[in-house]
């Protein structure tokens, strides 16, 4: 059911460190997509204020295009990671300019609302066509083998997806909170009609960052198909964990988004080896004790 | 902010008179099912839904709070129903409320956390808290995974009432509806309910006002996914089974579905919301998928052009409550 990875079952007990390892290794893979969304729902909250609960239907859209960059037109895997995040990206800029822009001034549950809707439609066509069956997407052979790092085996392409979704997270973060376009769109958060009143084209950077945000979910997609399959439902359920993630971690700060996806994942990775019945739950306890212990999130403001 | 309904109208006493008269005649005409050869399995099944509906128009058209989980409720109390009938051989009275209590507790628990954050958020840890659920679901063995509770006795309700024979089934499971219907119709008619109003409008005055706003907010939880599990506990004599469907977040989805069709914050637009969906679910059956696509397509034009949803569109051109 479970839209992520979910690893080699392994016997536990003496000599067991492998499992560990290899566990760890899939905390930090799926740590990275709950980063890449996380932090994109974080970054369209704060534009939009809306919650986009599209984005688990823009990540499998991702990952669909990949598949049919390579079927149907034989481009590969690299060009991939640079077209379906754009492919993507574009259609998000539709949605925004057609449907989403008119919710300005609405209660923030309609942007909610919206959203499902969306991701309604978009699965639903998928599923029409694709079944709920994965289709395979191979490794590029560059990535392909793996390595022994001496105390465990390092499968190289998925130490390639933790290290680039790293690099993507922490680009981001530079984008925004040290360029000048950054400061634009943090300033454009705070006071958009000051900063109409400045000559800047709001409405243009509200589109472009919506795309921005869908563009590295469908990023986090591409990312995932050879791992997880490409699958019409593979972002439903992933969404509500990434919620929960949001919860925890607060949308108030970039930094904060990345670090709790990363964290959250490794902590998921590591009941997957201690205690594997909660793995699918303990995303969710966590929130439950987070929202007990502080519930305004760990890095978040009041809202 | 702009408010989510304009339902702003005071509770006058014609306006009352007027929902009273709307509600006997939604009576009578449900009454009168059974002498219409209609299907009645599909009216019942409509009633649990516009009820569970009901239950959680209470929380986000009188509250202004959107529960993206109230499937929570209608599946624990459906799981717990079927499980006391089946296992411990309860009678039907009984077995309903193990449900609902199974739901009042766990609305306690829920409410008590999600309570804690406000507007959206509060939807995501609804959402998350019925997604964990569900795991639980899954995997606990009293539910029996993926195959749910099957063959459930329907047996004699008070030691009367035959429930296995459709007709008296479908006046118990209408008399249920109803009752649910006017005790949240009571509430929200109640000075609690206006309290509630007062907060979905202006949150801060009405603290200022001296109102403990998250003590009505948390009560007003309990009584909806309470009502919820009502509606779960009903829902187990018509369907005869309990599953996975019942808890998993398109339910939660399609409730919200429901109610936003027939009209956030009116009183009987979520009992036709929940007849038009599922009368649609009924005939497009044979569409496969191409129904979640429908449904997503309902939310998007619903929420770009049509908020107010059939009953509200009604009242606003009647500038009545309803």
Known sequence: MRATFKGTPKGSGAGSMQALYAQLLVGLINGSFYALLSLGLAVIFGMLNIINFAHGALYMMGAFVAYFLLNLGGINYWWALLFAPIIVGIFGMILERTMLQWLTGLDHLYGLLLTFGIALIVQGVFQNYFGSSGLPYAIPDQLKGGMNLGFMFLPIYRGWVVVFSLVVCLATWFLIEKTQLGAYLRAATENPTLVRAFGINVPRMITLTYGLGVGLAALAGVLSAPINQVRPLMGADLIIVVFAVVVIGGMGSIMGSIITGFALGVIEGLTKYFYPEASNTVVFVLMVLVLLVKPTGLTGRAA | ?322
């Open chain 2, 1 to 322: 902010m702009t408010t989510l309904t304009d339902d702003t109208l005071p509770a006058t006493p014609r306006a009352m008179r007027d929902e009273m008269i709307v509600f006997v005649v939604m009576a009578l005409l449900l009454a009168s099912v059974p002498f219409t050869g209609v299907y009645p399995f599909f009216v019942m099944q409509a009633l649990c839904f516009a009820l569970l509906a009901c239950a959680f128009n209470l929380l986000i058209g009188y509250g202004g709070l959107l529960s993206f989980g109230h499937a929570m409720f209608l599946g624990t109390a459906g799981y717990c129903s079927a499980h006391a009938l089946k296992v411990w051989a309860l009678p039907p009275e009984l077995g309903i409320l193990v449900g609902i209590a199974a739901a009042f507790v766990l609305s306690l628990i829920t409410g008590y956390i999600s309570i804690r954050r406000q507007g959206i958020y509060f939807s995501m840890i609804t959402l998350a808290l019925s997604q964990l659920l569900y795991f639980i679901y899954l995997q606990a063995p009293f539910t029996h995974g993926e195959d749910g509770i099957q063959g459930i006795p329907q047996g004699h309700m008070f030691g009367v009432f035959d429930l296995s024979k459709p007709t008296v089934l479908y006046y118990v499971v209408l008399v249920g509806f109803l009752a649910g219907f006017l005790l949240i119709f009571r509430i929200i008619n109640s000075p609690f309910g206006e309290v509630l109003k007062a907060i979905r409008e202006n949150e801060p005055r009405a603290i200022s006002l001296g109102y403990r706003t998250d003590q009505y907010k948390f009560l007003a939880f309990v009584l909806s996914g309470t009502l919820a599990g009502f509606a779960g506990a009903l829902k187990v004599f018509v369907a005869q089974n309990a599953s996975l469907t019942d808890v998993h977040w398109s339910m939660s989805g399609e409730v919200v579905l429901m109610t936003l069709v027939g009209g956030l914050g009116t009183i009987f637009g979520p009992v036709v919301g929940a007849f038009v969906i599922i009368a649609m679910q009924q005939y497009l059956a044979g569409f496969g998928q191409w129904v979640t696509v429908i449904q997503g397509s309902i939310f998007v034009i619903c929420v770009l052009t049509f908020r107010r949803g059939v009953i509200g569109e009604i009242a606003h051109y009647f500038r009545r409550s309803l």
